[in-house]
Nanobody, 120 residues
Framework: EVQLQASGGGLVQAGGSLRLSCAASGFIFDDYDIGWFRQAPGKEREGVSC????????HYVDSVKGRFTISSDNAKNTVYLQMNSLKPEDTAVYYC?????????????RGQGTLVTVSS
């Protein structure tokens, strides 16, 4: 059974930090890039960040560059998203997804999300 379990969300004040984790199982982790996505109420899904399984290159949407850092522990099949300097506009459900390539982020597997709420 494919599972992508996101955790680490919560309520934080603006300027604060959170670290999200994505634990993957049930598929060959090294065959996929892993992305973080978010969806705020009334808004479309947005790709936030992605890490390549081949060369660990990272990708970020412009709005989070310099504030968020994605990393991967391949021994644990886990991807992290360190979120610093959080802003109210970062409020959303965050979830992780397995994609074939970060540059073509068609989600093949995704899990349930974790809610991040940033208060002003």
């Amino acid at each position: 059974e494919v599972q992508l379990q996101a955790s680490g969300g919560g309520l934080v004040q603006a300027g604060g930090s959170l670290r999200l984790s994505c634990a993957a199982s049930g598929f060959i982790f090294d065959d996929y890039d892993i992305g973080w996505f978010r969806q705020a109420p009334g808004k479309e899904r947005e790709g936030v960040s992605c890490i390549s399984s081949r060369d660990s290159s990272t990708h970020y949407v412009d709005s989070v560059k310099g504030r968020f850092t994605i990393s991967s522990d391949n021994a644990k099949n886990t991807v992290y998203l360190q979120m610093n300097s959080l802003k109210p506009e970062d409020t959303a459900v965050y979830y992780c997804g397995a994609v074939k390539l970060c540059t073509q982020p068609l989600i093949e597997y995704r899990g349930q999300g974790t809610l991040v709420t940033v208060s002003s």
